[in-house]
């Protein structure tokens, strides 16, 4: 049987050695990648890890990302899909293997002593198993990938367990915004509510959203004033200034019109 009847991988090339120029790219799998020779420096989105022989690196690929070299590197690299792996995810008493991925996002890991012996043995056999075409090579491949994949999991599970309680703390963080939005609320007693520190707090919070408390708490207050003229056609602009929050009207308008591109008076007279 040929490879395209097997969804298994994306991409499977091991052992390559190379040296490139500079080039980022981005795509919807997962990667790994693996070094097992040189050094260089491996930019993912806004951070740059140094990479070490023994250095494994995971991604969701969504970032843009490649390799910053100074000399030629000996890597391994996996892509896959997450459709490709939910059938390994419903075999009995099963563990959730793309929890790494979704929730690290992208992560890099210096290995040493067994576990480098490990994940290299688990590559041999990989690269063993994906060069032959019959269903034999393919089940023993797809065994393969399995450990693969549970060693990253393994080895992950510490990091894995912080994340996701950065993640609840992210979502309590929003419960409470929903909450309190048209209140005068302090980012310390936003960042109290989660039991985290105020500067912890705004970092993660711009981290995990991709904008600040303030212009979420912003953005949010805009769409409920545009809800407010929608729905109820008798309230003044004054008013629905501070029923969303905002203590003073220009501030209102200000932020309105920046974010709308036009007046609240402007929006009210549309609708």
Same mark, same amino acid.
């Given at each position: 049987?040929?490879?395209?009847?097997?969804?298994?991988?994306?991409?499977?090339?091991?052992?390559?050695?190379?040296?490139?120029?500079?080039?980022?790219?981005?795509?919807?799998?997962?990667?790994? *990648?693996?070094?097992?020779?040189?050094?260089?420096?491996?930019?993912? =989105?806004? @951070?740059?890890?140094?990479?070490?022989?023994?250095?494994?690196?995971?991604?969701?690929?969504?970032? $843009?990302? =490649?390799?910053?070299?100074?000399?030629?590197?000996?890597?391994?690299?996996?892509?896959? &899909?997450?459709?490709?792996?939910?059938?390994?995810?419903?075999?009995?008493?099963?563990?959730?293997? *793309?929890?790494?991925? $979704?929730?690290?996002?992208?992560?890099?890991?210096?290995?040493?002593?067994?576990?480098?012996?490990?994940?290299?043995?688990?590559?041999?056999?990989?690269?063993?198993?994906? !060069?032959?075409?019959?269903?034999?090579?393919?089940?023993?491949?797809?065994? /393969?990938?399995?450990?693969?994949?549970?060693?990253?999991?393994?080895?992950? @599970?510490?990091?894995?367990?912080? /994340?996701?309680?950065?993640?609840?703390?992210?979502?309590?963080?929003?419960?409470?915004?929903?909450?309190?939005?048209?209140?005068?609320?302090?980012?310390?007693?936003?960042?109290?509510?989660?039991?985290?520190?105020?500067?912890?707090?705004?970092?993660?919070?711009?981290?995990?959203?991709?904008?600040?408390?303030? &212009?979420?708490?912003?953005?949010? $207050?805009?769409?409920?004033?545009?809800?407010?003229?929608?729905? &109820?056609?008798?309230?003044?602009?004054?008013?629905?200034?501070?029923?969303? =929050?905002?203590?003073?009207?220009?501030?209102? !308008?200000?932020?309105?019109?920046?974010?709308?591109?036009?007046?609240?008076?402007?929006? $009210?007279?549309?609708?």
């Amino acid at each position: 049987m040929k490879r395209t009847l097997f969804n298994l991988m994306h991409t499977f090339v091991f052992q390559t050695k190379s040296y490139s120029k500079p080039s980022f790219h981005s795509h919807p799998e997962y990667e790994m *990648l693996y070094f097992h020779t040189g050094t260089c420096k491996y930019l993912i =989105g806004d @951070e740059c890890f140094e990479i070490t022989p023994g250095s494994l690196v995971i991604m969701d690929g969504m970032s $843009r990302h =490649g390799p910053i070299m100074s000399e030629p590197c000996m890597r391994t690299v996996l892509r896959f &899909d997450s459709m490709e792996v939910l059938p390994l995810m419903r075999l009995p008493d099963s563990i959730d293997l *793309l929890r790494p991925f $979704r929730l690290l996002r992208h992560y890099h890991w210096r290995l040493e002593g067994p576990q480098k012996a490990e994940i290299e043995s688990i590559l041999v056999r990989m690269n063993h198993h994906y !060069s032959r075409t019959d269903a034999m090579h393919f089940n023993r491949l797809r065994a /393969a990938f399995l450990d693969l994949l549970l060693f990253v999991y393994e080895c992950s @599970e510490q990091q894995v367990e912080h /994340a996701g309680l950065e993640q609840n703390s992210v979502h309590n963080a929003l419960v409470y915004i929903e909450q309190h939005y048209m209140d005068d609320f302090s980012l310390d007693e936003l960042a109290a509510s989660v039991n985290f520190s105020r500067c912890y707090m705004s970092r993660l919070f711009k981290e995990r959203t991709g904008m600040t408390v303030f &212009d979420y708490v912003n953005k949010r $207050r805009i769409n409920e004033a545009k809800l407010l003229f929608l729905i &109820d056609r008798a309230c003044s602009v004054t008013e629905v200034c501070f029923r969303v =929050g905002y203590k003073h009207l220009t501030h209102f !308008s200000r932020t309105f019109k920046r974010m709308v591109g036009m007046t609240p008076e402007q929006f $009210r007279k549309l609708v």
